[in-house]
Every structure is written in structure tokens, then in C-alpha cells.
């Protein structure tokens, strides 16, 4: 994707702090990080969102999360990390080149999770777990 900016990154036509490369991945430092370490894992090809990733890919991305935290949890002495996907722009995907966020955690750091709710009735409940497992068939 030529205007993509992570594309961009990828090409060595944008600058990054890069953290680790490998055939299929990139990783570099999040410029805006929730706490230092914050960084962005991402394929070298092209996709939107883990739905128009291909397998493979998917699998070398969470092999290489796993590698990659392990670095920062213990380089940055963290107490915990969490890790993150936005898919889509209504669920907060500001860059749509696939990413998946690697993001240190500290004791009292101020970082909220997202709001729960409980469901309206078992019948919601039993009609959201119908039509998700009728497409899992
Ligand atoms: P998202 O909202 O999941 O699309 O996250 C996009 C992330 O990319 C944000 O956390 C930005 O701070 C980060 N970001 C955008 N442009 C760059 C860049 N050029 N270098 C590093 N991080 C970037
Ligand atoms: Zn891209």
C-alpha cells in the first residue's frame, strides 16, 4: 500500500525505533506509548485486520509477541503487560496496517481497561451464543 504509513516504515521510507525484524515482522517503539516499552508488532505484508491476515502470518505475529514481551517484561522490569488489537475504525484503528500492541503495565500506572455491562437477560445471552456457534459449524 503506497500511502500506508506503516507500509511506509516497512519500506525504510519513514524512520522508527526499531526493536526486531525478521523475514515476515517488524517491531518498533509506539511513538505515543502508554508507558515506555509501548511497542507496535507488525506484518511486512500489507493487511487491515487479523480477518484479511492469512494464517501463517497470524502465527509468526503471536509467536514473535511472545518473544518480543518476553524482552520488555524482563528489560523493563515490568509487573505486568497487556496486549491489544484494535480491528477497525470503531473499535479505535487509527493506522489500518494490522498491529498488535505490546503494552507495559506498572503497579498504579492510572491505564483503565474498558467498561463491562452485564447481559439484559439469558435469552440475549442464549441468542448471541446461537448466532455466533451457527457460523463455527
Ligand atoms: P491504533 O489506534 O490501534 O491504530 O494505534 C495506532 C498506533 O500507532 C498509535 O498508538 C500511535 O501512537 C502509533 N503510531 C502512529 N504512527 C506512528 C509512527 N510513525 N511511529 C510509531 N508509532 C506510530
Ligand atoms: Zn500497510
Same mark, same amino acid.
Given at each position: ?9 516497512? %519500506? @525504510? /521510507? ?6 526486531? #525484524?525478521?523475514?515476515? $515482522? ?10 515506555? @516499552? ?9 493487511? #487491515? $485486520? ?6 501463517? $502470518? ?5 509467536? $514473535? ?9 524482563? +528489560? ?7 496486549? @491489544? ?19 507495559? %503495565?506498572? &503497579? ?7 467498561? +463491562? %455491562? /452485564?447481559? #439484559?437477560?439469558? &435469552? /440475549? ?8 456457534? %451457527?457460523?463455527?459449524?
Amino acid at each position: 500500500m503506497n500511502d500506508c504509513i506503516f507500509c511506509k516504515i516497512v %519500506r @525504510g /521510507e519513514l524512520p522508527c525505533y526499531k526493536i526486531y #525484524e525478521d523475514n515476515e $515482522t517488524l517491531a518498533f517503539l509506539d511513538r505515543n506509548p502508554v508507558n515506555p @516499552g509501548h511497542t507496535l508488532l507488525i506484518p511486512k505484508k500489507h493487511s #487491515e $485486520t487479523i480477518l484479511d491476515t492469512n494464517d501463517e $502470518t497470524l502465527k509468526k505475529l503471536i509467536t $514473535t509477541t511472545k518473544k518480543i514481551s518476553k524482552a520488555i517484561f524482563e +528489560s523493563m522490569k515490568l509487573e505486568g503487560f497487556n496486549i @491489544g488489537i484494535n480491528q477497525f475504525k470503531i473499535a479505535g484503528q487509527v493506522v489500518p496496517h494490522l498491529h498488535i500492541h505490546i503494552m507495559p %503495565r506498572h &503497579k498504579n500506572d492510572g491505564i483503565k481497561l474498558w467498561p +463491562s %455491562r /452485564e447481559y #439484559e437477560s439469558e &435469552k /440475549e445471552k442464549n441468542n448471541v451464543q446461537k448466532k455466533i456457534t %451457527r457460523l463455527l459449524k
